[in-house]
């Protein structure tokens, strides 16, 4: 690549970008998949964002019937299938294949010969998983820019829920009450870890697969909806929203919400609130005070400065194309 002068911003084009996400939402992608594409579009130049996700994750379907949006195989069985060749050669006609790849051809160039050898594991269009991709995005009064939910991932069930909210500021918190077998929760009742995002987390860790409370297994309860600022593994499931914008750590809506608040979830019309009125969201927003920083000096200090929310990337701002002119070749000779 370095004698062909093959540099990412010939491979990363809005094409190229456009690919990359149907093909993630095809394979039933980690949630992680949101932040780092949009951090690669940004610094490469390319306008990616959580709507034209969305966009694209209502039109692709789940094709690949591998766990945890898929039910029956694991990675190994993906690879034997075919693997992601195969994958986009089902999809070659949703695909831009005169983008150059790093191999230096074109992605056509590339998918010649790709062949299904499971089409349980690698489904066709007409036979997909779920008909639509594995990721969909929120927003509402608690997640203004933006929430990530795996519909594929969770029970049908909770796609449409309501509930009273039960608030955690940290994870210790949250842990001790769900190890408590008399703690006061429903089936209906909404988990929220907040103080878990980019700034608060801090560097949003994988946190937002909160476990159930002990008190619901004793019951036969296996899932239920929560709600975070946090990630969460790619391999995880369940009915869990995360990557919440704004984050709680800077006054984003979680932080206002309160236990025993009622929190609606419509995945269907991509919304997620709080029901709480507006005068009283106001009122809170107006006594909120903000948490002590998270570091007053040295790198932690520059990371908080310059860290965007989720649905830029969580990325530094100083690296996003347009911040400022490239540094051209050091003339030393």
């Known amino acids: 690549m370095v004698w062909e002068d093959l540099t990412p911003e010939k491979v990363i084009t809005p094409a190229a970008v456009r690919n990359a996400a149907i093909v993630a939402m095809a394979t039933g992608c980690s949630t992680n998949a949101v932040v780092h594409l949009i951090a690669m579009a940004r610094r490469a130049g390319v306008d990616l964002t959580l709507d034209d996700l969305d966009a694209l994750g209502r039109v692709t379907p789940l094709v690949a019937n591998v766990r945890p949006s898929g039910k029956d195989y694991l990675m190994e069985d993906f690879f034997y299938a075919g693997g992601l060749r195969a994958l986009m050669k089902q999809l070659e006609d949703r695909l831009d294949t005169s983008v150059i790849t790093v191999t230096g051809e074109t992605l056509a160039k590339n998918l010649e010969g790709a062949e299904v050898y499971n089409d349980d594991v690698i489904r066709p269009v007409s036979n997909p998983v779920y008909h639509e991709g594995s990721l969909a995005l929120l927003r509402g009064n608690l997640c203004p820019d933006g929430a ?8 049908p ?4 829920h309501e509930g009273p909210a039960l608030v955690f500021d940290s994870y210790p918190e949250m842990k001790a009450a769900v190890d408590d077998e008399n703690l006061n929760v429903t089936p209906d009742t909404v ?3 907040r103080n878990a995002g980019p700034q608060g987390g801090p560097g949003m860790p994988e946190l937002a697969m909160l476990p159930i409370p002990k008190a619901l297994i004793k019951q036969g309860y296996r899932d239920m909806l929560r709600i975070s600022d946090a990630r969460m593994s790619g391999t995880s499931y369940g009915a869990c929203v995360l990557h919440v914008a704004p984050e709680s750590f800077v006054g984003g809506p979680l932080a206002l919400l309160k236990t ?8 269907p019309n991509r919304r997620l609130d709080m029901l709480v009125d507006e005068e009283e969201i106001a009122r809170r927003k107006a006594a909120w005070t903000p948490p002590q920083p998270r570091f007053e000096r040295g790198w932690g200090y520059m990371f908080s400065r310059h860290v965007t929310q989720a649905d830029k990337g969580c990325d530094f701002d100083y690296l996003e194309r347009g911040f400022g002119q490239t540094a051209g070749e050091p003339d030393i000779f």
Not at 260 to 267: A, N, S
């Open 148 to 155: 990530v939910i795996k519909p594929a991932a969770c029970d």
């Open 260 to 267: 025993g608040d009622i929190v609606r979830m419509d995945l």
């Open 191 to 193: 988990m929220v870890l």
């Open 157 to 160: 069930k909770f796609h449409v």
